[in-house]
């Protein structure tokens, strides 16, 4: 006897959670766009994906904020919805695979048996080094980016202090820091000297985008004055500094003399 004519069982798709970008709706991916146009339901993290970043999703697609719910909430409404076969997105900020505390969501939706998959956005530090128009690793100068924040009430541990890591001078986005911003100020002047460029980048990509260069030293000063004690980067490093130099240090990539693979290099 053939059972499945009877089946009711809806179909259900994997939830997948999504990064929206640093806040520009063009800046989502295309994989991340097309999830949201066949989403019936998406439950977006509301006190940072801006509104105009769900103009991806479909008429007729549920949309909830999350800003109010906490992990018990978030998770029941994926679930009952994966449960009924809506097709669920789960909207990140950035990337969410960078503070975007998705690994506590996955661990219960693993524990219900429920499947996920994950599509990359885009992070606000990515973003920052476009709209300065910099590039974070230079050739002989610095090779390494580090993503960090300062411990505050989420607390971090002690070899992955803010003073710990800006010791090895490399180029650093510091997320989620702005309220101890003096803090911030006073290690990076220990670690990279007062007289280092940085910058504030506030909101990247979304319409009111602020971008303050300035050096270590005026860091608390400049975020004072300008009122900006949150959703901002803490860019720091030689990366950032004057590039009037035009006969610094190349990557030896697109150098004629050096032979790779893909070309033999010459005099």
């Given at each position: 006897m ?11 798709h ?23 146009a ?18 991806w ?21 994926m ?9 669920v ?19 219960e939706?693993?524990?219900r ?6 599509i990359?956005?885009?992070?606000a ?26 411990a ?14 800006a010791r ?32 504030i ?5 979304h319409p ?43 990557s ?16």
């Amino acid at each position: 006897m053939n059972t499945t004519e009877n089946d009711t069982t809806p179909q259900r798709h994997p939830i997948l959670f999504v990064g929206a970008g640093p806040g520009d709706p063009d800046l989502i991916t295309v994989k991340g766009q097309s999830a949201m146009a066949l989403a019936d339901t998406i439950l977006y993290a509301g006190s940072l994906v801006p509104e105009a970043v769900l103009k991806w999703a479909g008429p007729d697609a549920k949309k909830l904020s999350s800003a109010s719910l906490n992990l018990e909430d978030i998770t029941n409404i994926m679930a009952s919805d994966w449960q009924a076969g809506r097709r669920v997105v789960r909207l990140h900020t950035g990337d969410p695979s960078l503070y975007g505390a998705i690994d506590e969501q996955m661990i219960e939706l693993e524990k219900r048996q429920i499947p996920y998959a994950v599509i990359p956005g885009v992070s606000a530090a990515f973003a920052a080094a476009a709209a300065m128009g910099i590039e974070y690793t230079l050739p002989e100068v610095t090779q390494t980016l580090i993503l960090t924040r300062m411990a505050g009430r989420t607390p971090a541990p002690d070899m992955e202090s803010l003073e710990s890591l800006a010791r090895h001078g490399a180029s650093m986005a510091i997320y989620l820091s702005m309220g101890q911003i003096q803090a911030v100020q006073d290690i990076l002047s220990r670690a990279y000297g007062p007289d280092m460029s940085c910058a504030i980048a506030f909101r990247v990509s979304h319409p009111d985008e602020k971008i303050i260069r300035i050096q270590v030293k005026d860091l608390a000063k400049t975020a004072e004055q300008a009122k900006l004690t949150r959703h901002a980067l803490i860019i720091v490093g030689k990366a950032l500094s004057d590039r009037s130099d035009a006969a610094g240090p190349r990557s030896r990539l697109y150098d004629r003399k050096f032979t790779h693979g893909y070309r033999q290099g010459g005099d």
